[in-house]
């Protein structure tokens, strides 16, 4: 007998699953074998390899942080072949799981200080892994001031309302900020895009990191915000996506310049971005 | 090849249109008129529908023949 | 480490016996023009005086198509079986460039993440270095402190002289070998074989037509992702995978699964081209690489600068394959001349 | 040979200048003695790097499709069969006639790259072409090379049916008496004449060699789809693995899909790094074309329509 590949996904069942917007459903997910669950070791910002058997395999960020529980929650959205299929999945199924790939948000060097956390439509799923982190009970007292703002097109089209208006709010010393893009009957929340939101909030830069993630168009625009309030380089992390095979460095197509998005990223600070070639 | 042996039950992929052979077909069910189950039936909106990939890759797949009717 | 010496006369009666008692994979002519590494059952078949062949022999480390897992699913039920060790394997007539090629894709498969797949064939197989007889004007091995003789990498390494096979004994798979057959394997003097060995490498090394210097090439796409050359470049091509296909060391691949029934099916493995639309084609839409111009720089940055980041390696051997069969004429050695003139102009 | 050169450069030089065209396509010296290469020239002052000679195989056609939506006109040099691509684009309105000014050389035939660089000293440097009608003559630097037509020429130029362009804007060089080497479809008679497993053996051990690079379709001027159904996830009609079966219907369907369009330049068995006799397969269907329904080479007339997209009251029609 040989060494099992690290191609080879664990069994695992679906345990859960949230309709949070028309086209995103969190899976909640439980590796068959306990002792691999238990030592599965995922860190906030790192991402796995879902198996949707006949399907092939999808690069899924862990939305779920590990301190809330021996499992694994992934918010997919509908976009193309596997995605379509899992959607169709129903509590008790069986998919595969591999990782946890990649590095994660660097929650040490983010320790006393204050953290705003900026997301756009999807992208606050692996980012909400990091929020849940830095707000469990287990190291909310290393963490400063928590912000999050959060945008999406409509009511509807806002992922975890439960941790958005029920959860997060709860928890201490912490603001949530919601922004829908265009008005809407029933909302009576900020209305405007996400940078310009960030604009009228004016964090100060002041001992604070930002975490930054959504569709390109909303970062670039969040970017030249963030600079003009003075933001540095350095303070502002965000993670990446990237078209992925092996999650493991070798299949070559995930990278940006020398490095890979699977085992050097995804998470990545404004600093370490800007010294990569603009390819992603 | 194993045609020779007697019991070989060709698979026949069968392409149908809608309109006729398709239609044909299920009135054959309707009016309870047996034939064997050798034929898979694929309905199409024409018989123009019918790509020669769609052909070779039924063959490429282990039918033994393919019926284009329409 | 130890050398012996196979007398030619011999060897086809050594191929028998080694074809007989594993796998044995060596150069086969196929067609008019059209050499390529396949399982060979006797010595009869080996085409011992081939150049290069057209595609390089590491499918059979790292192969095209690769079975990684069979599964029976039912969505409620799963059960998964990895594919058995492949069987021992021996690589006979290997070019130089080759075997080279082979150590530059070692440090991909290993690290952090071990690929049970690449290593398990990888050290089942022994590697039979041939040295080359004769330089194509395609060949710059040379450029990469190589050369037609070199059998670093190579388990054994046959440089015919004369009558006789010289062969270096360089690692412990290969002495087994060596042992296992030792009725072939002569222990005789082969200072004077060395000696002519060394000449004969230096007479070949003479014979290059393609100087290839990287001095300062590195440099230049260290300091230079946009360059208008680029534009010049992708313009011609095509945006075919002859280049990826036949490369020895390009390594990106594939995986997707491939159902066999209901509730059955494999998954695979297989090569990929980064000169294909798809490769980095996320499910969103969204594509890093949008164009040709991004997907030849991409191949180029990787072959010159990204392996030789990550591995410390140089990510092209020099074999020239891509020279040869590039429909269209796109040259790594005058994308190399080009880029150095473009770092003295700058 | 030199002079068609000469005017090449002429006419690309007074293209430009003149803002007739945008961009000249055309070959220009490769990096060995015995290869061209494709060459994009935006600029009058660079039209030296433009070429003409028997090693200038590539079907150039095939460029314009990248260029199809831009505003500005394109010149394209073009050969006898690659000129039948032009009609064939235009007829599938994948470029605008109006758009493109045809530079029509007549070609004397075309070397395989392979046989010149096995013969010439790698090293040595390009004088000049000769052509005396039966061989082709080579002069370097370092002595003259003589090529028998007949021998060393590609498989294609054999059987060329147009070696004067079909269409052409504005011609160069002498035009070229057509010659026959053999009979046209000899290779594909000599294929019918096989049984069927002995044929089904034939193309297995061709096809068995695949390395599903794709050259073929890439370089085809007809394979003009925006995706390509090879490229296609959903449904995947073919998948990435390597094996007799897949590469099979890889061949076959490509064969299906220019049929009656595929205007027989024969760069698909040109490129191919693992010589598959492809041209074989795009010829058979031509020649059933042509026995069926008297089908002229696609692509040879202007406006000429393809045998399989239109119907005539006289096309056989032996099942009905």
């Known amino acids: 007998m040989h060494n099992p590949s690290p191609l080879t996904p664990y069994p695992a069942t679906i345990t859960k699953i949230v309709d949070e917007t028309g086209d995103v459903k969190t899976f909640t997910v439980v590796i068959d074998d306990p002792e691999v669950m238990e030592n599965f070791g995922n860190k906030p910002g790192q991402v796995a390899q879902l198996s949707v058997f006949g399907e092939g395999e999808s690069t899924i960020s862990i939305t779920s942080s590990p301190t809330r529980g021996k499992f694994l929650e992934f918010s997919v959205r509908r976009v193309g072949r596997l995605t ?74 806002l992922c975890f309302k439960q941790d958005l208006f029920e959860r997060w709010p709860k928890c201490p010393d912490t603001k949530v900020y919601t922004t829908i893009d265009r008005p809407e009957e029933g909302w009576d929340g900020h209305v405007g895009f996400v940078p310009s939101y960030v604009e009228e909030i004016n964090p100060s830069p002041k001992n604070k990191v930002a975490i930054i993630c959504g569709p390109p168009i909303m970062i670039k625009f969040t970017l030249a915000v963030m600079e003009k309030l003075k933001f540095a380089d350095d303070q502002i992390v965000t993670t990446l996506e990237m078209k992925m095979k092996c999650g493991i460095g070798k299949c070559g197509r995930c990278n940006i310049g020398s490095k890979y998005v699977c085992i050097d990223g995804p998470v990545f600070t404004l600093a370490q971005l800007k010294q990569l070639p603009p390819e992603f | 090849m194993s045609v020779e042996t007697k019991d070989f039950e060709p698979k026949i992929v069968g392409f149908t249109c809608n309109w006729c052979s398709y239609a044909g077909a299920d009135l054959a069910g309707v009016s309870r008129m047996k034939y064997p189950p050798n034929v898979r039936v694929i309905r199409v909106p024409c018989s123009g529908r019918v790509n020669p990939q769609f052909v070779l890759r039924a063959f490429q797949k282990g039918a033994d023949s393919v019926l284009v009717s329409g | 480490m130890d050398s012996r010496v196979v007398n030619k006369g011999q060897l086809p009666e050594l191929l028998d016996k080694l074809a ?72 006979f007539g290997v070019r130089p460039c080759d075997v080279r090629s082979i150590l530059a894709l070692d440090p991909v498969f290993e690290g952090k993440f071990l690929d049970t797949f690449y290593l398990e064939r990888r050290k089942n197989t022994v590697i039979i270095g041939l040295s080359c007889k004769t330089i194509l004007s395609t060949c710059f091995c040379t450029a990469f402190n190589s050369g037609p003789c070199d059998g670093t990498g190579a388990d054994l390494m046959f440089t015919e002289l004369g009558d006789k096979y010289y062969v270096e004994v360089n690692t412990e798979k290969g002495k087994s070998l060596v042992e296992a057959y030792s009725q072939y394997f002569l222990k005789e003097d082969t200072e004077k074989l060395a000696k002519a060995k060394e000449e004969q490498a230096k007479k070949l090394e003479g014979q290059f037509t393609r100087k290839v210097d990287l001095d300062g090439v590195k440099k230049v796409l260290d300091e230079n992702f946009e360059l208008p050359y680029w534009e010049k470049v992708f313009r011609k091509c095509l945006g075919c995978g002859i280049c990826t296909y036949v490369c020895p060391t390009c390594h990106c691949f594939d995986i997707f699964d491939y159902t ?35 997907r030849v720089r991409n191949r180029f940055m990787h072959k010159l600068k990204y ?14 394959r891509c020279i040869a069969k590039c429909p269209v004429n796109i040259d790594i050695t005058q994308i190399i001349k080009d880029l150095k003139e473009v770092g003295q102009n700058a | 040979m030199m002079d068609v050169i000469q005017q090449l450069r002429e006419q690309a030089k007074k293209l430009l200048e003149g803002k007739k065209v945008d961009m000249v396509i055309g070959f220009g010296e490769g990096t060995e003695l015995a290869r061209t290469t494709p060459v994009f020239i935006t600029n009058p002052e660079e039209v030296s790097a433009l070429t003409w000679g028997p090693l200038c195989a590539n079907n150039l056609v095939k460029y314009l499709l990248d260029y199809q939506n831009l505003p500005g006109n394109i010149a394209v040099v073009v050969k006898g069969c690659d000129s039948r691509a032009i009609n064939r684009l235009v007829t599938d309105n994948q470029i605008n006639r109006d758009k493109v000014v045809v530079l029509g050389v007549p070609c004397p035939g075309q070397l395989d790259w392979r046989v010149v660089a096995a013969a010439a000293d790698p090293a040595a440097k390009l004088k000049g072409f000769s052509d005396d009608g039966e061989s082709f003559t080579i002069k370097t630097d370092a002595g003259d090379y003589r090529f028998d037509k007949k021998e060393s020429m590609l498989p294609r ?83 990435k693995r390597n094996n007799l079966s897949e590469n099979t219907a890889f061949h076959l369907i490509r064969a299906f899909h220019v049929a009656g369009r595929c205007i027989d330049c024969g760069e698909c068995d040109r490129v191919c790094p693992v010589d598959i006799p492809l041209r074989n397969l795009n010829q058979k269907i031509q ?32 099942f009905m």
């Open chain 3, 20 to 91: 007989r008692d594993h796998i044995l994979v060596a150069p086969v002519r196929e067609e008019e023009n059209i050499t390529l590494f396949k399982r060979v059952s006797g010595a009869s078949e080996v085409q011992l005086d081939y150049i290069t062949s057209d595609v390089s022999p590491k499918g059979w480390i790292f192969p095209q198509t690769e079975k990684t897992l069979s599964y029976t699913y039912t969505g409620d039920t799963l059960e998964m079986k990895e594919p058995d060790a492949p069987p021992k394997t021996i690589l």
């Open chain 3, 307 to 320: 392996h030789m980041d990550r591995y410390n390696l140089d990510g092209c051997v020099g074999c020239g």
């Open chain 4, 287 to 318: 020649k059933d074309l042509k026995d069926l329904f008297n089908a002229p080479t696609p692509g040879s007339e202007a406006g000429l329509a393809s045998p399989l997209g239109e119907f005539a009251t006289g096309d056989p029609e032996e």
């Open chain 4, 157 to 239: 130029c054999l059987v060329c049916e147009n070696p004067n362009p079909v269409v052409s804007d504005i011609t160069i060089g002498k035009e070229q008496p057509v010659r026959n080497y053999k009979e046209r479809f000899a290779d594909v008679i000599a294929l019918e004449q096989l049984g069927t497993e002995e044929k089904s053996a034939y193309w297995d051990k061709q096809f068995s060699r695949c390395l599903r690079c794709y050259a073929c379709r890439n370089v085809c001027p007809v394979c003009t789809c925006r995706t390509c159904v090879f490229d296609q996830m959903q449904p995947m009609w073919v998948s």
């Open chain 1, 84 to 157: 379509n299929v899992l959607h169709q999945f129903e509590v008790g199924q069986k998919i595969g799981v591999r990782g946890p790939y990649g590095n994660w948000f660097p929650y040490e060097m983010m320790k006393g200080k204050d953290l705003f956390f900026i997301a756009g439509g999807i992208a606050l799923a692996p980012i909400r892994s990091l929020i849940d982190f830095v707000l469990s009970d287990q190291y909310r007292k290393d963490y400063g001031k928590v912000e999050i703002l959060y945008g999406a097109r409509s009511y509807n089209d």
């Open chain 3, 260 to 294: 066999t029934g209901e509730f059955t099916g494999n998954r695979f493995r297989c090569w990929d081209s980064c000169m294909f639309p798809d490769f980095t084609l996320m499910a969103g839409g969204h594509n890093p690489r949008p164009s040709r111009k991004e």
